[in-house]
């Protein structure tokens, strides 16, 4: 892989350059033009930052953008955010819009990949029903495909990051909340209405905690950051001894899964007892996920990982013991590879598996 490489700045070193600023970073580019058929244009459409990225085929990035949402400016702004991003890139790469083979947007959920219709995410305020795709044609006159973040996420993974290779792999978001994709075959599986994946929404405990979903002891309910927090602040409600509160400073809404995890990094037990117990949960998610699939490969992404062994231990133990031998036999679980590119990477992959449909963009070209 990487032969012929026109970019000689990693992409890792490129993302530490991008950081924290706003406006475009671009990679020094060569004198030879990047092969223009083979560049896509992604963009990861978040709560709080747009960021478009030109990548190759091979998944490097060969300028990048980034600016604040500011979703409260409502979406036409947001749009034209969006758009603006997306031009700066391509002026960046030296292409023009009809270079571009694809653009992919990763969006918060809920969205209709078909139609290209951002129904009502959580994150984005006002936002119902928005036709983002069409809109995003219209102004860049090119083929625009949309993916919610978590099945853009593992289309990047599976593409270009943890999953390179594999038929059959799971990729999980272990964050805040959870969320997940499924490569089944070699593909996104969508399922009927484009809402499979919610890995994050599987019932382990009818009567458990109450989860944003508006069901019950969910896995994200029971192993989510934000489950790992509630636990935290019940314990030191509840007046159990433990570094929790002292780090919190007795402040309640200072109790956060990372201040949790640091508690178990200082050898606290009931920190980390909490999450030896939510890792667990994920692991009994996962257990069903491979008995379900037979994946090859489970990638795991998002927040929670830093916690590193806590986190992967009691999954893969969880594993070995639940799921049917052969199949625990099979899967790996691993570290998803993308970091904070992820999703750009991932609305990448959106726009470079989109190509055997056909756009109107497209129709028009021709
Ligand atoms: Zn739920």
């Not at 490129?14 to 600023?21: D, V």
């Not at 604040?68 to 036409?76: F, H, K, Y």
């Amino acid at each position: 892989m990487h032969k012929n490489k026109p970019f000689s700045i990693p992409q890792r070193e490129e993302a530490t350059l991008a950081r924290g600023l706003e406006g475009p970073a671009i990679l020094s580019m060569a004198k030879q033009r990047p092969d223009e058929n083979k560049i896509s244009l992604g963009i990861d459409l978040g709560g709080t930052k747009i960021i478009a990225a030109l990548v190759d085929r091979q998944g490097r990035i060969l300028a990048r953008d980034y600016r604040e949402t500011m979703p409260a400016d409502g979406q036409a702004s947001v749009i034209a955010r969006m758009i603006g991003a997306a031009c700066t890139v391509m002026e960046a790469g030296g292409v023009n819009a009809s270079q571009v083979a694809a653009v992919g947007v990763a969006a918060p959920g809920p969205i209709d990949a078909e139609s290209g219709v951002v129904t009502a995410p959580p994150n984005l305020p006002g936002w119902k029903d928005v036709p983002l795709r069409r809109l995003m044609e219209e102004d860049l006159r090119v083929p625009t495909w949309l993916e919610n973040d978590a099945n853009a996420a593992a289309l990047g993974e599976h593409r270009f990051g943890a999953g390179k290779g594999t038929r059959h792999m799971i990729y999980v978001t272990a964050s805040t909340g959870i969320g997940g994709g499924l490569i089944l075959d070699g593909q996104l599986y969508r399922g009927a209405t484009g809402a499979a994946g919610e890995i994050g929404h599987i019932t382990l405990l009818p009567k458990g905690p109450h989860c944003g979903c508006g069901n019950r002891g969910c896995l994200e309910a029971l192993a989510s950051g934000r489950a790992i927090a509630r636990e935290g602040r019940e314990r030191v409600s509840r007046g159990v001894p433990t570094l929790i509160g002292d780090l919190a400073e007795g402040d309640l809404d200072q109790i956060s899964a990372k201040l949790v995890a640091q508690a178990a990094a200082q050898g606290d037990v009931p920190a980390r007892e909490i999450i030896e117990e939510a890792m667990s949960y994920l692991g009994l998610g996962m257990a069903s996920l491979v008995n379900l699939f037979n994946p090859e490969l489970i990638v795991i992404g998002g927040g929670l990982t830093k916690m590193d062994e806590l986190l992967f231990d009691p999954v893969r133990r969880v594993i070995d013991r639940r799921a049917f031998r052969s199949s625990a036999e099979a899967v790996e679980v691993v570290p998803a590879q993308l970091g904070d590119d992820v999703g750009v990477l991932g609305a990448a992959a959106v726009a470079m598996g989109a190509k055997k449909q056909v756009s109107n963009v497209q129709e028009r070209r021709e």
